[in-house]
Structures are given as C-alpha cells and as structure tokens.
C-alpha cells in the first residue's frame, strides 16, 4: 500500500518569495507522483507529475518538483511566490500495477498563503 | 473533447434524502474512479469502473452507496438516506489505460454536497 505524508498543513510566504512545500511518500514498488493545486469550490488541477526519466520535473505556473528516491520526498518549489499562488496543494502518489489499479493516494494538502 | 463533466456542481439536501450525481468522462475513456473530499482532507479513493465492470470499491462506500457505469460511458453515485457526515467533495476522475504506458488521469470540478 501506498501514503503521503504532506508536512505543513499551512505555509505562508511572502510574495516574491520561495515556495517550498514539502511531500513525503511511501510505496512498495515505483511511483508514479503528483502535485495537484485547488482553489476554493473547484477541482484538482494538475501542476506536474514524475512518471519516469529525469527526476526533476517542471510543471505550470513556474513549479517544479524534485524526486528524490533516496530520500521518499517530491517537495514542491517555486522560485517566486505570486498573490495567485495562494490556494490548496495536494501531493499524490500512484502505483499502476493491478492490485492498485491506477488509484491516486492524496496527502491531506498544504494550504498556501501568500502575504503582500 | 470539454474534459471530464460533473451535474450537479453543487447539491444541498436534508437528512435521509437520497442524492444522485452524475459523471461524464472524456470521450472513449474507459476508466472511471469516484473519490470523496472531506473538508481539510485530501480526496480518498470511493470506487472505479473499467468500462462497465465496478472493479474495487472501497470500505468507505457504506451499503448506502452505490455506483454505476450502465453503458461504460457516463457515471452515477447514488447516496441514500444521506447524513450529514456524507457532506463532501465527490470527484470523478477517467483515464485511458493503455498497460504498458502511462496513464494520464483527468479529474471534474466535482459535486459539492451539504447535508442539512
């Protein structure tokens, strides 16, 4: 079985400052991991994803997330934090061999806030 | 192709009232998960159809639920006799499983219900 660990239920930064949330997982076999952002009374939306290849991965809206196997971590950064950039993150992980079946494991999400 | 579709966006209904949400996903997708957001939680796994087959459900779909995919098309999650700790987020998600790539996941905007 899988989980995410998602440390820091609130981070708060200010604008132009660096986002860093933090996303630890555990799985048996290769993951796949994502990072999903929500903002109030809507869906996920994807922001990157680590399926294979280059363990760093950049996705929309200037993030990027590191996989770091040694370590069971895929935090999430992005260099400058804008007023848009406050909502909810979601990191999750995915193991697609028949017993998981393509599920999504979700952390329980970090709140970002970003002050003026 | 407008992405996966959820009706009704929003649902408020009074204890012991039955609910019905329906999910439409991407065109030709034969996978369909169902998962169920909590406030301050990240969505959890309810179900998911390979085409018309319900495959897995999870020991938090109470006898109170019920999933279906009739035709391996669009969806329905049926709540009866609702609670109030049935108020949630309930998201779709579909994919094209191909075995041997990655599968991209799409999720909804999601049906917010609030029991009362």
């Known amino acids: 079985a899988q989980s995410v660990t998602q440390l820091g239920s609130h981070v708060s930064v200010s604008e132009g400052a660096l986002v860093l949330l933090r996303c630890n997982y555990s799985?048996?076999?290769?993951?796949?991991l994502f990072w999903y952002v929500q903002y109030p009374n809507q869906g996920l939306q994807l922001l990157l994803k680590y399926t294979t290849g280059a363990t760093l991965v950049k996705g929309i809206n200037g993030f990027e997330a590191e996989f770091k196997k040694s370590e069971t971590s895929f935090h999430l950064t992005k260099p400058s934090a804008h007023m848009s950039d406050a909502a909810e993150y979601f990191c999750a992980v995915r193991v697609d061999h028949n017993t998981n079946a393509g599920k999504s494991t979700f952390g329980d999400g970090t709140t970002l806030t970003v002050k003026p | 192709d407008t992405g996966v579709s959820q009706d009704p966006r929003h649902k408020i209904t009074k204890r012991g009232q039955n609910v019905t949400f329906r999910c439409d996903p991407i065109s030709e997708h034969n996978r369909l998960y169902w998962y169920r957001q909590t406030l301050g939680q990240g969505p959890e796994f309810l179900t998911y159809f390979q085409n018309e087959a319900q495959l897995e459900k999870s020991r938090l779909l109470s006898d109170r639920f019920s999933a279906e995919r009739p035709k391996g098309s669009f969806s329905t999650l049926e709540i009866q006799r609702t609670e109030q700790g049935d108020s949630a987020m309930y998201l779709c998600?579909?994919?094209?499983?191909?075995?041997?790539?990655?599968?991209?996941?799409?999720f909804g905007p999601g049906t917010r219900l609030t029991v009362l």
């Open positions: 998600a579909s994919s094209l499983v191909r075995l041997t790539s990655y599968n991209e996941q799409f």
């Open positions: 799985s048996s076999v290769p993951p796949y």
